[in-house]
């Protein structure tokens, strides 16, 4: 009986540790954004996706966000090494360089300076792909439903924690013109509202005053057709 209490102790704590663990590498400043849909005065469902200019105007117009970070998640894609191994990946996504210190990246290898259009991988990926081999400067051809195009590995950067809302694998910096253009940047149409978005606020910010101020930028600036949800 002893034995068998001690071991649910055991189980039980390292449980709660688990769920009270997650995104324990991300700065308790960082906030992910989320849309609640109304239809008719109720609230009909909730959206982890906003508008792509909606960071950058939050940046500009609330002195209290230190910074903001846009997301692309990418699934379905094909990886295919310069020796033409092919790899099957989920956990692909492009975004702002604001990454690396918002979700507190590590880097171990290589650099984060001038990645644009280019990519970092984590550690792991950097072994399956790679090997013993440096994977710094190495092109990865990555293909898409949509397009192919080749991705040079800038960096390396340690492997997260597993108890994390967001895996990250490969992260590609190409928010801008390459990918989305500014069919979307300049974009506040209620259905173009397609990108995770994370901002981190000042120590001791007032956080119920900036969803406030959320809630006024969305009036202002978001087109909602005939039709659509509010």
Same mark, same amino acid.
């Given at each position: 009986?002893?034995?068998?209490? *001690? #071991?649910?102790?055991?189980?039980?704590? +390292?449980?709660?540790?688990?769920?009270?663990?997650?995104?324990? =590498?991300?700065?308790?400043?960082?906030?992910?954004?989320?849309?609640?849909?109304?239809?008719?005065?109720?609230?009909?469902?909730?959206?982890?996706?906003?508008?792509?200019? #909606?960071?950058?105007?939050?940046? +500009?117009?609330?002195?209290?966000?230190?910074?903001? *970070?846009?997301?692309?998640?990418?699934?379905?894609?094909?990886?295919? @090494?310069?020796?033409?191994?092919? #790899?099957?990946?989920?956990? *692909?996504?492009?975004?702002? @360089?604001?990454?690396?210190?918002?979700?507190?990246?590590?880097?171990?290898?290589?650099? @984060?300076? =001038?990645?644009?259009?280019?990519?970092?991988?984590?550690?792991?990926?950097?072994?399956?792909?790679?090997?013993?081999?440096?994977?710094?400067?190495?092109?990865?051809?990555?293909?898409?439903?949509?397009?192919?195009?080749?991705?040079?590995?800038?960096?390396?950067?340690?492997?997260?924690?597993?108890?994390?809302?967001?895996?990250? =694998?490969?992260?590609?910096?190409?928010?801008?013109?390459?990918?989305?253009?500014?069919?979307?940047?300049?974009?506040?149409?209620?259905?173009?509202?397609?990108?995770?978005?994370?901002?981190?606020?000042?120590?001791?910010?007032?956080?119920?005053?900036?969803?406030? +101020?959320?809630?006024?930028?969305?009036?202002?600036?978001?087109?909602?057709? =005939?039709?659509?949800?509010?």
């Amino acid at each position: 009986g002893l034995t068998i209490g *001690l #071991f649910l102790y055991i189980l039980i704590t +390292q449980y709660i540790n688990y769920e009270t663990g997650y995104d324990r =590498d991300v700065s308790s400043n960082v906030y992910r954004c989320y849309i609640e849909e109304y239809a008719n005065g109720e609230l009909e469902r909730t959206k982890r996706y906003l508008w792509l200019p #909606f960071g950058n105007e939050v940046k +500009q117009t609330i002195p209290s966000v230190k910074d903001y *970070l846009n997301l692309f998640e990418y699934t379905n894609s094909t990886i295919t @090494t310069k020796n033409g191994d092919s #790899f099957f990946e989920d956990y *692909l996504i492009s975004a702002d @360089t604001s990454i690396i210190h918002m979700f507190s990246l590590k880097i171990i290898k290589g650099s @984060t300076n =001038d990645v644009y259009n280019k990519c970092i991988i984590s550690n792991s990926i950097a072994t399956k792909y790679f090997g013993k081999e440096d994977p710094i400067g190495k092109i990865l051809k990555w293909k898409t439903h949509y397009w192919e195009r080749d991705i040079m590995v800038s960096g390396v950067f340690e492997d997260r924690i597993s108890n994390t809302h967001r895996k990250l =694998d490969i992260i590609c910096f190409s928010m801008g013109n390459l990918h989305f253009g500014d069919t979307y940047y300049n974009n506040w149409g209620f259905r173009i509202a397609i990108f995770p978005t994370y901002f981190e606020l000042e120590e001791n910010a007032d956080v119920a005053s900036i969803e406030e +101020q959320f809630k006024r930028i969305v009036k202002e600036k978001v087109i909602i057709k =005939d039709g659509e949800n509010s």
